[in-house]
């Protein structure tokens, strides 16, 4: 049956008439993108594995008349070792990756980032998360930026390791943003493998705004850091990597462990990355040191290095082992931090553990193991120890 639409509508004074058309072209199209939406929802669940949520949000960007397309990109990347459930995770963040060339788009990348020495597993899982790589191009993007990463380190594996941290690095422009930062620490006297190693550590610090970065700069040099030495490096690669409002958020948290302001920025010119610990590990460790071990809070601005230790590793375990060697005796006098928690393993153990007879060390070897056992659970609250 053909319908016909013919409608004048007022407009001001002259009326409009709007031009008839045929209402089955009309039902034509809508069922055949309904039918198309439909396919595509269908193929995103059964081939991709999505859920039925998100393929539908997935299918907004792309849709299929025939499973040829997306049966050639799902194939390659099962190929080059990507799992069904990273498959799942990269087309449910961009879908439209299954509308790519194999041939001209995907593969000449994947062999770009093998030939650097980028695993096919470790890029599956690079790409599983940062899958808007695979939109940048090869020869304008991507070979660029790696080439900048490779002329600033003089090495292919830092530049590897500096863009497997921060893959984010390949979307930033070098000349508006990257090189005015570098330029910066060398005017201010930086030697360049400092600038490197800050940047290995700290690969965020490569997207700070060039206005900020030099603020930073100047903020540091006025806390009286020396740019020849390492620390001046850290300190401002940690401030570039924080925001303003964590920087007061952490500074809160040290003073309600009873530090001053003094006492804050002394430890941070010690230790800069004390301000890059999180502020429940910052919390953790200050806790178990005041009031489980009962060190005064202002014993710890000499020893800051302890804020970014592992609490299960070290500061708990060995706590606790100390603890229990002072309550059987064994212990008569008060250690200091750094005694106790800056040495090694090994030398721990020797001065704690294996310096007594055969029978009592492997006693007291089997309690130590049992605190390193507690602490690795991590149900502990550390204010109950």
């Given at each position: 049956m053909f319908c016909i639409l013919s409608k004048t509508i007022l407009h001001g004074r002259r009326p409009i008439k709007i031009q008839a058309f045929g209402c089955h072209n009309l039902l034509l199209s809508f069922s055949t993108t309904s039918n198309q939406q439909s396919f595509t929802v269908s193929y995103l669940m059964k081939t991709c594995g999505l859920s039925p949520e998100s393929a539908l949000s997935a299918s907004k960007y792309v849709n299929f008349e025939t499973p040829n397309q997306p049966d050639s990109v799902v194939a390659f990347l099962k190929n080059h070792g990507f799992s069904k459930p990273q498959i799942a995770t990269i087309v449910a963040k961009r879908s439209r990756v299954l509308s790519s060339n194999v041939e001209k788009t995907l593969l000449p990348k994947i062999k770009f980032f093998n030939s650097i020495g980028i695993s096919s597993s470790d890029l599956a899982k690079l790409l599983t998360k940062h899958p808007h790589i695979l939109w940048f191009s090869l020869e304008k993007k991507i070979i660029p930026s790696f080439s900048f990463l490779n002329n600033l380190f003089q090495s292919d594996n830092d530049a590897l390791v500096v863009l497997i941290l921060w893959p984010r690095f390949l979307s930033y422009d070098f000349d508006s943003s990257i090189s005015p930062i570098i330029n910066v620490l060398r005017q201010n006297g930086?030697?360049?493998?400092?600038?490197?190693?800050?940047?290995?550590?700290?690969?965020?610090?490569?997207?700070?705004?060039?206005?900020?970065?030099?603020?930073?700069?100047?903020?540091?040099?006025?806390?009286?850091?020396?740019?020849?030495?390492?620390?001046?490096?850290?300190?401002?690669?940690?401030?570039?990597?924080?925001?303003?409002?964590?920087?007061?958020?952490?500074?809160?948290?040290?003073?309600?462990?009873?530090?001053?302001?003094?006492e804050i920025l002394e430890a941070f010119k010690r230790y800069p990355q004390i301000m890059a610990a999180?502020?429940?590990?910052?919390?953790?460790?200050?806790?178990?040191?005041?009031?489980?071990?009962?060190?005064?809070?202002?014993?710890?601005?000499?020893?800051?290095?302890?804020?970014?230790?592992?609490?299960?590793?070290?500061?708990?375990?060995?706590?606790?082992?100390?603890?229990?060697?002072?309550?059987?005796?064994?212990?008569?006098?008060?250690?200091?931090?750094?005694?106790?928690?800056?040495?090694?393993?090994?030398?721990?153990?020797?001065?704690?553990?294996?310096?007594?007879?055969?029978?009592?060390?492997s006693e007291l070897l089997k309690l130590y193991n049992a605190k390193l056992e507690l602490a690795a659970g991590g149900k502990l609250k550390m204010n109950r120890l």
């Open positions: 930086v030697p360049g493998h400092y600038i490197v190693k800050g940047f290995r550590w700290f690969p965020r610090t490569l997207t700070t705004a060039p206005v900020v970065f030099k603020e930073n700069v100047e903020k540091v040099k006025k806390m009286g850091l020396n740019p020849v030495k390492f620390n001046f490096v850290v300190a401002v690669f940690v401030l570039s990597s924080i925001s303003k409002s964590t920087w007061e958020r952490k500074f809160d948290v040290y003073k309600k462990f009873g530090w001053s302001e003094k999180s502020e429940d590990k910052i919390k953790a460790v200050m806790d178990f040191l005041v009031n489980a071990m009962g060190f005064k809070a202002s014993l710890v601005v000499k020893t800051p290095f302890l804020l970014c230790s592992s609490t299960e590793k070290r500061i708990v375990p060995r706590g606790l082992f100390i603890k229990d060697l002072m309550s059987m005796g064994l212990l008569e006098k008060e250690l200091g931090l750094s005694m106790l928690f800056r040495c090694s393993e090994k030398l721990f153990l020797k001065r704690f553990v294996y310096c007594y007879e055969e029978g009592k060390a």
